[in-house]
Every structure is written in structure tokens, then in C-alpha cells.
């Protein structure tokens, strides 16, 4: 849609929940609008449309786990004053993304950004409570689970964030060219996160 920002993008984490939302309250109102279309033209609720009216809240019912999700990742959205210093970085050595919101069974990994270059992925955590040595091994597992080897993971707490500027400057500072392994380890990260 013309209003939904790409995964990786600035300020992806704020403008999904709208999307989100307009796409749940569509998936609610048609339904509802079929159960009372067949209850006015039969008098009753046992009908074909109900029927469909039930069937078609299992669509809705996905969308509002989503739009829940999107709701709780908001306010891990990338900082502007760190998107400044970052955008600077853009199109140079390295690829940088922002907003990513990676999930696992017991615990959720939010990144303000990330970045791949040099045969390294780098990234900086959201939340001061998230470990990032399990985020590496989250993303590690992952890289593994892909065939994606050769892919340094490196994730910093969100108190280093000096260190990750510093990082993804020397990433934004080569001259190698991107390769195929960063570039399918960087995709990754986005399929990763919501």
C-alpha cells in the first residue's frame, strides 16, 4: 500500500501499526456486515451467511494478533538522533536497516538498526533488558538454519551505541564491494523481525 513502509526503513515500527489497524478494522467490518446482511434478509441467524460471516473473522482474527505485536514494538522504533548519525553512513560500504523486532519462543529482540558489510552483521539493541549474546545466538541459529556461513554476528546493548556508530562507520568506510553472503545474511534479519 501506498502508506506502508518496507521493513528495515526508518520508522517502520510506528507506521506499521496503522496499516495494521486499518487492515484489522476492514477484516472486522466485513464480516459483522455479512452477519447482519443475512439476519435482515432471513429474520434469523441460521443462514449461509453466518456461516461465512464466522469463517471470515479467522482473517481478522490474524490481524489483530499482528496489529497487537506491531502495537508492543512501537516504542522500539529507531531514535532520530541515531538515525541522523546513520543515514550519513547510507550507501556506502555497508548495508543499514532499521526497526527490526526479531521474536523467539521465550524472549523478543528489538534492534534500533543493523548493519552488514566486511562479512560481519552488526546491530544495536532496543531494549536495555534483551541479552545480546542470545540475540547473536538467536540470529546465528538462524544464519546456520539458512546455509548462510561466513557472517560475523556482533550485537551491542543499547548502553554501547557508541561502539556500533563506530562499527558501522568502518563498515560504511570499505572498499570491498557487498557480497552475495551479506546481502542474503541482511534479507535474513528482515524475514527474522516483524
Do not use: W
Amino acid at each position: 500500500m501506498f502508506f506502508q513502509k518496507k521493513k528495515g526503513t526508518y520508522q517502520y515500527l510506528k507506521k506499521a501499526p496503522v496499516y495494521q489497524g486499518i487492515i484489522t478494522l476492514v477484516l472486522l467490518i466485513l464480516p459483522v456486515g455479512l452477519f447482519f446482511i443475512g439476519y435482515s434478509i432471513t429474520g434469523n441467524f441460521k443462514n449461509l451467511f453466518t456461516v461465512f460471516a464466522v469463517l471470515g473473522m479467522l482473517p481478522a482474527a490474524k490481524y489483530i494478533v499482528s496489529y497487537i505485536m506491531y502495537l508492543r514494538a512501537e516504542k522500539f522504533s529507531c531514535k532520530e538522533g541515531l538515525y541522523s548519525v546513520l543515514k550519513d553512513y547510507e550507501g556506502k560500504g555497508a548495508l543499514i536497516g532499521y526497526d527490526y523486532y526479531m521474536t523467539s519462543y521465550s524472549v523478543n529482540y528489538p534492534l534500533y538498526a543493523a548493519a552488514a558489510g566486511k562479512n560481519c552483521l552488526v546491530g544495536l539493541l532496543a531494549n536495555p533488558k534483551s541479552i545480546a549474546k542470545d540475540c547473536e545466538e538467536h540470529i546465528k541459529e538462524y544464519l546456520k538454519k539458512n546455509e548462510i556461513n561466513d557472517l560475523t554476528v556482533k550485537v551491542f546493548e543499547a548502553s554501547a551505541e557508541d561502539k556500533f556508530l563506530d562499527r558501522v562507520k568502518a563498515l560504511s568506510e570499505s572498499e570491498d564491494p557487498i557480497t552475495d553472503t551479506e546481502r542474503r545474511g541482511f534479507a535474513l534479519l528482515s524475514s527474522l523481525s516483524l
